[in-house]
């Protein structure tokens, strides 16, 4: 059925009222320049009915109007601001074809009126706005809070890590972090996106042990309006679609449901995503990191893990090291966690005894620096005095005698020696002898002006504590 079959079957009423209706005015030509349609709507502004129009040429009606430069040129113009009368108002003309003869042209008045057009554009401009405050506001909200000046401690084994996830962080590269639980996988995945190029888009956490199965496809992907029953009206983002120009979290990947490790791996591969009910696939751009506490490998020995989704998250692992096999870190991350736990709770403690650092030096950590964390803020709020005694610790802690060594046989115990109890004393002596000028007791110390700040801050060290005033000037 060819489309001039389809013309002659709309009633020549129907065609007339919609070339008439009063919201456009429009004005046909043909291609000599002679008006073969004048609207109503029209008649007002040229001052003319359209009885009289009809069989003039468009000049003698309006004398600047753009139709036969388009009936010339072939070609379109949009937005056009036109001067009706003193009155200003925008008009859109385009040619009229038959194959590849333009036989006429068309011009339609949008806007009788420039302050409706100055009004809308008022309101696209609002809406721009709000857009822009919804993006803020959801960078605000899915920001990380996390540097990699926030991963504290000394050993080699975490140097080591983080050196690894600085020199990847810049690249799109997945990576994969392993460790066991509360040894700072998600503080590493903040610090790698603050690093990297995305650091001003979304920065978004999924703990893939947390979400059900049967909400786990919605929660991810999202949803169309009227997707199932309960659905949101206006559909919902789904976590992939929110870290879009950004990077995506996923936490303790290893518990994921083996049936839903499918979908994933599409998505990985494909960088698309299909939202439940949607018409069509969306593509996404995102960086991936993937945390697990589980040995991957011998889940999928043991049919719980698929290899293929392995393979692809496995591109570069950084590993974590428990806090166990890194003691020498126990005094810098207690004496961390008493700076910032002390002025949270303020709290008066300003050291741990040396007895009480002991046991946390031979104490196992199976919950790692997260344990350490939950025992000095329970050791804190316990604390009435100015140091935190073996009384303040868990029993788990404290009846520990007979695994007990002396705290310079410990591991790392002449670390916790020449760290925690010399080093403040250093510190607070050589901002002594430079009278409170920190770039010159850096210099006594032999360390950058910058590690002495981040030094004295550690230990809660101001001029005022050690009785030294700033100089102020008249």
Not at 10 to 16: A, D, G, I, K, T
Not at 36 to 64: L, M, N, Q, W
Not at 90 to 108: D, L, M, Q, S, W
Not at 431 to 447: D, E, Q, V
Request: with cysteine.
């Amino acid at each position: 059925m060819d489309e001039s079959y389809n013309f002659l079957r709309v009633p020549p009423r129907l065609l007339q009222a919609v070339l008439d209706n009063p919201y456009e005015g429009t004005v046909i030509i043909d291609d000599q320049g002679i008006i073969r349609h004048f609207s109503k709507a029209d008649e007002p502004f040229y001052g003319i009915t359209a009885e009289e129009a009809v069989g003039r040429h468009i000049r003698d009606v309006v004398p600047k109007s753009g139709l036969p430069e388009v009936v010339h040129s072939g070609k379109p113009e949009f937005g056009d601001t036109f001067d009706m009368k003193g009155c200003k108002v925008i008009v859109n003309r385009y040619p009229i074809r038959e194959g590849n003869k333009i036989i006429g042209a068309v011009g339609k008045m949008i806007f009788h009126d420039l302050k409706v057009f100055i009004a809308l554009k008022h309101k696209m401009r609002e809406l721009e706005s709000t857009v822009r405050r919804y993006e803020v506001e959801i960078r605000e909200i899915y920001q990380a809070r996390y540097s990699f000046e926030d991963l504290i401690g000394e050993s080699v084994k975490l140097n080591r890590a983080k050196e690894i996830a600085m020199r990847l962080a810049p690249s799109d590269i997945p990576i994969l972090l392993a460790g066991e639980s509360g040894t700072g996988k998600e503080i590493f995945a903040h610090a790698i996106h603050q690093a990297s190029s995305r650091r001003d888009r979304p920065f978004i956490r999924v703990n893939c042990a947390s979400i059900p199965a049967e909400l786990f496809e919605s929660e991810l992907f999202g949803y169309g309006a009227g997707a199932f029953t309960g659905a949101l009206k206006s559909g919902k983002q789904g976590k992939f679609e929110l870290a879009h120009k950004g990077t995506i979290f996923l936490d303790e990947i290893g518990d994921l449901p083996l049936g839903l490790q499918a979908k994933l791996l599409r998505v990985l591969q494909e960088k698309e995503i299909e939202p439940l009910g949607a018409q069509r696939p969306k593509t996404i751009d995102f960086r991936l990191i993937a945390a697990t506490n589980r040995d991957l490998e011998e889940r999928i020995r043991e049919g719980y893990f698929r290899k293929d989704l392995f393979y692809r998250l496995n591109v570069i692992t950084v590993t974590l090291p428990p806090l166990r096999e890194v003691k020498e870190d126990i005094p810098v991350l207690a004496g961390h966690f008493l700076m910032k736990l002390r002025q949270r709770l303020s709290s008066g403690v300003e050291h741990i005894a040396p007895e009480t650092m002991r046991l946390l030096m031979v104490h196992e950590w199976p919950g790692n620096i997260r344990e350490l964390e939950n025992v000095m803020e329970r050791a804190l709020s316990l604390c009435s005095g100015s140091a935190i005694e073996p009384e303040h610790l868990p029993e788990s802690l404290v009846h520990v005698k007979e695994r007990t060594v002396p705290i310079t046989q410990a591991p790392g115990g002449p670390l916790l020696l020449a760290v925690f109890n010399a080093e403040k004393e250093q510190l607070i002596e050589a901002l002594r002898r430079s009278g409170g000028n920190r770039t010159k007791a850096a210099a006594l110390l032999n360390i950058h002006r910058a590690t002495l700040y981040f030094r004295l801050k550690r230990y809660g060290i101001s001029l005022a504590d050690i009785g030294i005033r700033r100089k102020t000037s008249r």
